[in-house]
């Protein structure tokens, strides 16, 4: 088996499945529980905490723990854009965000809030001076992904951060669910922050928003006033503890594998290239290194995902949390891609554990498929 979609979901280190099962075992108490065996299981979870924060350089009070990206996305923005709402009601984001930021973005303006959604270049970044023009006196919030989840396409964060922070508001939260342990990034002038448990080998139902100290934010679940009051619910202790080990083995994966992972999608992208037919939507010069889309002419993208899928293959379509329902708005569409390409184009996404074996293995299979679809459409 060839697993190329990484970006959907990774394969949790067999250390940190290790360490949930032996935490879910042995310490299963809830943490909020008075006894001793539930204060033990709250030592865990706070040390955790603590480990988590030494990992971004930030303080054990700006880690809340979340069900993944999703959840701290919408706490996030829907936090802050309720907190702060007597300060203005005007919102900015991209064109090219994830659904789960695009669509609160979509509900708040439906509650009476403005957003502004910021163009792209050919290549999938926005452009400092467009942002510049879209600020407002009312500005209270601007969100921009760190690395795009369907074509890799990475943000000026660091020149956006320095911008904003220039004034007290407004305030800047970045998704970073699809940039952790794969780009460095400085959380210094960043207000607010987001991470998935299951993309960077923990496991699903975990995650984490980084949350500045001075920020405020209106909770969007309510209850017994768990994580600091912002996310009500008991913890998943065990899940946390992994979640620790995971972002830890990632980030040293960073450290000892990103140049390989930048070899094996220059490979890949050089291989793909070179196939009749195929037009590469990911600029290597301006994106993460572990995610690749392609087109290839006249051909659905899920056609290929499909015949790949045969060799035991596997991909997905662009997003795979749109991969089942076409978004009106894509990446590739704000970046102009034609619809006949943009509905053609499949995404590889890598992982540290990825071979070269594997990316020569790929490119003959597809070489295969590729000859194939082209006898049958001549």
Known sequence: MIYFDNSATTKPYAAALETYTKVASHYFANPSSLHKFGQKVRELHEEARKQIATLMSARTEE?????????????AIKGIAHAYQNRGKHLITTQVEHPSVKNVMQELEQNGFSVTYLPVTETGQIRLEDLKKALR????????MHVNNEVGAVQPIQEVADLLAETEMPLFHVDNVQGFAKMELDL????????SGHKLHGLRGTGVLYKKNKLNLQPEMLGGGQELGLRSGTENTAGIVALAKAMRLSLEDFQKKVSNLTNLRDFLLAEISKLDGVTIHTDAASSAP??????VKKQRGEVLVHALEEKEVFVSTTSACSSRAKLESSTLHAMKVPENQATGAIRLSLSYENTSYEAEQFIGILKDILQKINEVVK
């Open 137 to 144: 006196k009312d500005t209270i919030l601007v969100s921009i």
């Open 188 to 195: 210094v002038k960043i207000d607010a922050m987001s991470i």
């Open 290 to 295: 572990q995610i690749i889309c392609f087109s």
């Open 63 to 75: 880690i809340i723990f979340t069900s993944g990206g999703t959840e701290s996305n919408n706490l």
